[in-house]
Every structure is written in structure tokens, then in C-alpha cells.
């Protein structure tokens, strides 16, 4: 949709902000009764997110109009390096060495993306990885957010990220839609964005967590092919190689997170109540 988009003449931080704006008003409605939840966390939390989220979805939609789509998700999926490195000053959560050992490869994988190819490649490529680091900033903000009822969350941050990119497109990309870009800016905000959102929020309630973030990395595969379906857009070579190193890595990630969580529940249940 994002290349559609593009080839119809729409700029990318013109989607980017639209993409959001549309979402959040389909989303407010639903969080509305449930705002209040907002004020059990500290405001930085709020802020933090709707920032970052910001920076995620703005780098994601304006990297996919400057570079192949493999590269922008792949890229993205960086998203665990990042949360490795704020947690601890963040959450004040400490990283195991498996969990280094793990990152490091996504970081080799990162390396081939970039000088598997031109140095010509490295702004749209550094934006793709942008967005990985608000992906990541993202997951932190969350965590510190979870006595926020979701539904809030996710409107304060369409909403929000689509009113703070009004300003960009006033300055770099344009208002006015015609009624093809109109169309199409509906769907991607509707169909890939807040209906995606819905499903997933639904379906956590239903299938356990890691099980779901592992299912979410077939975006990563899925993404590609698409766009290669109906663009007729190639994967990168460099791509080809270093994006299996991250997703490997990343399934490796939330593997070791989730047996060490399975593990600290094993413990809690075994424990004496008594010591």
C-alpha cells in the first residue's frame, strides 16, 4: 500500500501522518470510556510512547518509499537490539549473556545488509534501522505502561503520532488527496493498520505471547512477497543473507524470554509460601 501510494504521487511522511490520523480516529471512540487508565502511570510514559511510536512509524513508512520493502522490514525487526540496550536504563531489567550471544548475530546480520550493498543505500537503510530503534523504544515504553488499558494506548499513540506529523507534511509533503490516493489511504489505514491492531489485541487474549510474536514475524516474509506480487520489487541479494540472521536471532530472542519466564513461574508455584 505504502508503494502504491508512492507511485500515485503521495509523499511518505504525508502517509505516514494520515496512516496514523485515520487509525486514531477509528480507535478513539473504543478507548474513550476507558481514558482515565491513562493516569495509573507517570505522563513521561504516555509521552515516551507517543514519541517513539512516532519515530517508528514515520521511519518505517518514508524507508519503504526510499528502498526495497525487505530492507524496511528486516530492518525494523533490529527491534529486540535496541529494547537490549534500553531496558536497563529504562526498566532497569539486566540482559543475560544467551541474550548477547543471540543480538549479536542480528547485529552481524545488520552488517551484511548494509555493506552487501551501495553506500548510496546507507540513508534509506539508516531510516529502516530508525525505525527498528523506535520499535524497540516502543516495546520499552510499553512495558511501563501496562496498567494502561491497551485500547487507550494504541488511540493516544494513532491519534497522537498522526497530530505531531501534521507539522512535517505542512513543511515536506502535501494535504490534499485526490480520490485514488484517498482510496488507498483509507486502506492502508484501515486494513493494514487499525484492523491488524484489532486482531491482534483480540487474538492475545487467546493464544500466549510468544507464541503470537513468533506467528508476527511472518510479516517479515510475507512483506516481501507482496511486494514482489504486485510491485514486481526484487529482494536485495545482501538482503537475502543478513535478514535470516535477524529473524533467526529474534526467534531465538523471545525463546529464551519465554522459557525464562516459564521458569520463573516453575519457581513461584514450588516455592515454600512460607520462606
Not at 87 to 97: M, Q, T
Not at 180 to 203: G, K, N
Not at 217 to 233: C, D, H, K, R, S
Request: glycine letters at 8%; hydrophobic letters at 55%; one cysteine or more.
Amino acid at each position: 500500500m505504502v508503494k502504491l501510494l508512492d507511485q500515485a504521487g503521495v509523499p511518505g511522511v504525508t502517509s505516514a501522518c494520515y496512516r496514523s490520523l485515520f487509525a486514531g480516529i477509528l480507535f478513539v471512540p473504543i478507548a474513550w470510556p476507558h481514558r482515565r487508565t491513562l493516569r495509573r502511570v507517570h505522563v513521561g510514559w504516555p509521552i515516551g510512547a507517543l514519541l517513539t511510536f512516532t519515530v517508528m512509524t514515520a521511519c518505517y513508512v518514508i524507508g519503504n518509499t526510499m528502498t526495497e520493502a525487505a530492507n524496511v522490514i528486516t530492518l525494523q525487526y533490529t527491534s529486540p537490539i535496541w529494547v537490549f540496550l534500553l531496558a536497563p536504563l529504562l526498566l532497569r531489567e539486566r540482559p543475560a549473556l544467551q541474550d548477547t550471544l543471540v543480538l549479536s548475530v542480528a547485529m552481524a546480520g545488520v552488517a551484511i545488509i548494509f555493506f552487501g550493498q551501495a553506500t548510496a543505500a546507507w540513508p534509506a537503510l539508516t531510516i529502516g534501522l530508525a525505525s527498528g530503534l523506535g520499535y524497540g523504544a516502543v516495546t520499552v515504553t510499553l512495558r511501563g505502561m501496562k496498567p494502561v488499558t491497551p485500547t487507550a494506548v494504541v488511540a493516544v499513540n494513532f491519534f497522537g503520532s498522526g497530530l505531531l506529523l501534521l507539522l512535517p507534511v505542512a513543511a515536506w509533503g502535501a494535504f490534499l488527496l485526490t480520490g485514488h490516493q484517498f482510496a488507498l489511504m483509507l486502506l492502508l489505514s484501515v486494513v493494514q493498520m487499525a484492523l491488524p491492531y484489532l486482531l491482534f489485541s483480540w487474538a492475545l487474549r487467546r493464544v500466549e505471547a510468544h507464541r503470537a510474536a513468533l506467528i508476527v514475524l511472518l510479516e517479515a516474509i510475507l512483506n516481501p512477497v507482496w511486494t514482489y506480487l504486485i510491485i514486481g520489487e526484487k529482494v536485495p541479494t545482501a538482503t537475502l543473507v543478513g535478514g535470516p540472521l535477524i529473524l533467526l536471532s529474534v526467534v531465538g530472542w523471545i525463546l529464551l524470554t519465554w522459557r525464562r519466564e516459564a521458569a520463573n513461574r516453575r519457581r513461584e508455584y514450588t516455592s515454600d509460601p512460607l520462606e
